[in-house]
T-cell receptor, first 114, second 114 residues
Framework: AQSVTQLDSHVSVSEGTPVLLRCNYS??????LFWYVQHPNKGLQLLLK??????LVKGINGFEAEFKKSETSFHLTKPSAHMSDAAEYFCVVSDLTGRRALTFGSGTRLQVQP | DGGITQSPKYLFRKEGQNVTLSCEQN?????MYWYRQDPGQGLRLIYY???????QKGDIAEGYSVSREKKESFPLTVTSAQKNPTAFYLC?????????????FGSGTRLTVV
């Protein structure tokens, strides 16, 4: 069975400071991992994905994530937060057996203070 | 442009009524999914379909029903048996049955029981 744990339900940063959103996963296989972003009352947008290629993955809007197998982590970072980054972020793991769909973490709400 | 269209954006249901949420995609994706989103709980899988005329229950299928008569369409019916239907419902699709390459999401339907 697979699972995802997002370690912080809320993160608050000041504009221009770094962002770190933490995610740990559990999977019996070499997983595919994703980060999605959701703005209020909107659908989810894919930020980036890891599918067993380079362990440092670059996504849209300046975000990146590093896959660390030894730590079973896939933390999302951005060097400098922008007000428009305020949203809900979901860490997601793929079930490679094909029998199921993606498994979502519970989400981290990012607030960006001016 | 290709994408997923969910309608309506807002839906109100009286106690004891069945309602149907529409999901249409023009991405030529084989797999489609329905998720329910509640505050602080992330996304939970209701039903998924990896091919036309076939679908599987997810984690919280009770009180819901689906059909997949066409590749493009995957409507969700919320029946009167669903005791707490007020939530945000998201439809997604993927061109890979494992979800290995991520999903495309619709913009969601917010259902409220009145």
């Amino acid at each position: 069975a697979q699972s995802v744990t997002q370690l912080d339900s809320h993160v608050s940063v000041s504009e221009g400071t770094p962002v770190l959103l933490r995610c740990n996963y559990s999977s019996s296989y070499s997983p595919s991992l994703f980060w999605y972003v959701q703005h209020p009352n909107k659908g989810l947008q894919l930020l980036l994905k890891y599918t067993s290629a380079a362990t440092l993955v670059k996504g849209i809007n300046g975000f990146e994530a590093e896959f660390k197998k030894s730590e079973t982590s896939f933390h999302l970072t951005k060097p400098s937060a922008h007000m428009s980054d305020a949203a809900e972020y979901f860490c997601v793991v793929s079930d490679l057996t094909g029998r199921r769909a993606l498994t979502f973490g519970s989400g981290t709400r990012l607030q960006v203070q001016p | 442009d290709g994408g997923i269209t969910q309608s309506p954006k807002y839906l109100f249901r009286k106690e004891g009524q069945n309602v149907t949420l529409s999901c249409e995609q023009n991405l030529n994706h084989d797999a489609m999914y329905w998720y329910r989103q509640d505050p602080g709980q992330g996304l939970r899988l209701i039903y998924y379909s990896q091919i036309v005329n076939d679908f599987q229950k997810g984690d919280i299928a009770e009180g819901y029903s689906v059909s997949r008569e066409k590749k493009e369409s995957f409507p969700l019916t919320v029946t009167s048996a669903q005791k707490n239907p007020t939530a945000f419902y998201l439809c997604a699709s993927s061109d890979d049955a494992t979800g290995n390459y991520g999903y495309t999401f619709g913009s969601g339907t917010r259902l409220t029981v009145v």
